[in-house]
């Protein structure tokens, strides 16, 4: 189950998100406190080499990505 957020001026759909309740919403933030240590203790040099190669991916896969 989803959600949609609209943005009231324009009636745009910005995003849609899942619809969860309060087990599964802290289970979500556990698990993105865990993934922030992670990158937490990693030097500034092996995160851009991470979001370089983020970048990569969204370039040769733009054409998935826009579909």
Not at 39 to 56: G, I, K, P
Request: aromatic share 8%; charged share 25%; proline share 3%.
């Amino acid at each position: 189950k989803t959600f949609e957020v609209v943005n009231p001026s324009t009636g745009e759909v910005l995003a849609e998100l899942p619809d969860m309740g309060v087990e599964e919403t802290r289970a979500a933030v556990d698990k993105a406190y865990v993934a922030q240590s992670g990158w937490a203790a990693l030097t500034a040099r092996e995160r851009s080499d991470v979001l370089w190669r983020w970048h990569q991916l969204i370039i040769d896969h733009a054409g998935d990505l826009a579909a």
